[in-house]
């Protein structure tokens, strides 16, 4: 008991210094990020009525059905279900999304009217979809990428998630796309056409932000000649390998596994180098999107 205690202290010692780390810094992107989004919202969103699910998809709503101010709206949703939240979830899991409940709203009024300013021509909805695709999955990128939140909806599916045992992305999926049916029952159903084009382009630009773009293929290599392809990695292509235990699955036979990383222009050399090398070798190549220390 006592070791499991102080692995759990060890572990809690570790989150409070990553939250710790740089942290004027990623407040400085949280409130960048939430004024760009607050910033397409009113100059892009709220104009086309392009409901893609969100708190700023129920304000757009209400904002046609009854006038009601966005700003609000996203504050009044967005402080309920922290409250909600923190409830159900813990003031630890649900503290991340505390500054972008306040702070998003209070950029929604500022930038209320942008569009007085910045005219844009909105006939052509597809452009304004594709923009706006990208600009909420960097922004959303960000924010989750410095270690906050968005909150709002989003916490009704973390707590959904918790209770159910149902994946968040799939409750998450759920929830958003009852809020887009309800926009399409309100501004017809080419807009949920739009919303489509937005949600696949968000969650690829989404995806890029948090792990990057891959310049690196990982490979691992299965071979009966390893002394001649690491030998070709090493001295032919200047790279390092690591040599690895593997044992079949089926003949379980042992046998030694080569991983290395290369460049993405490197490849070629290394796979048809592989080839000539040995046309019975197997190896997976995979995208290597993060690569630390070594020598």
Request: hydrophobic share 45%.
């Amino acid at each position: 008991m006592a070791i499991l205690e102080k692995g759990k202290e060890n572990t809690i010692n570790i989150l409070e210094e990553i939250k710790k780390k740089k942290l004027v810094k990623r407040y400085v992107i949280l409130i960048i990020s939430l004024f760009i989004s607050a910033l397409y919202f009113n100059l892009l969103q709220l104009p086309t009525q392009i409901v893609t699910g969100g708190s700023t998809g129920i304000s757009i709503i209400l904002k046609y059905f009854f006038d009601f101010n966005p700003s609000t709206v996203v504050f009044l949703i967005s402080i309920i279900l922290l409250i909600v939240g923190t409830f159900f979830l813990g003031f630890e899991n649900t503290s991340g999304a505390l500054v972008s409940t306040i702070v998003y709203p209070i950029f929604i009024e500022i930038t209320s009217s942008i569009g007085d300013y910045l005219v844009i021509d909105f006939s052509d909805k597809i452009l304004i979809s594709i923009f706006i695709g990208i600009l909420s999955g960097i922004t959303t990128g960000l924010v989750y990428k410095v270690g906050f939140s968005n909150g709002g909806i989003a916490i009704i599916s973390e707590i959904i998630s918790k209770y159910k045992k149902i994946p968040i992305s799939t409750v998450s999926f759920i929830t958003n796309m009852m809020i887009v049916f309800i926009g399409g029952l309100s501004f017809g159903w080419n807009m949920v056409m739009y919303a489509a084009i937005i949600l696949y382009i968000y969650s690829v630009v989404l995806d890029r932000v948090l792990i990057g773009v891959s310049k690196n293929k990982c490979l691992h290599i299965m071979t009966s000649k390893e002394e001649q392809v690491k030998d070709y990695i090493i001295h032919e292509l200047h790279h390092g390998v690591t040599i690895l235990d593997a044992q079949g699955g089926f003949l379980q036979k042992k046998r030694k596994a080569l991983m290395t990383v290369i460049p993405n222009r490197e490849y070629f050399k290394l796979k048809e180098g592989i080839k000539e090398i040995d046309e019975t070798a197997f190896f997976i190549v995979t995208d290597s999107y993060q690569v630390y220390g070594g020598e």
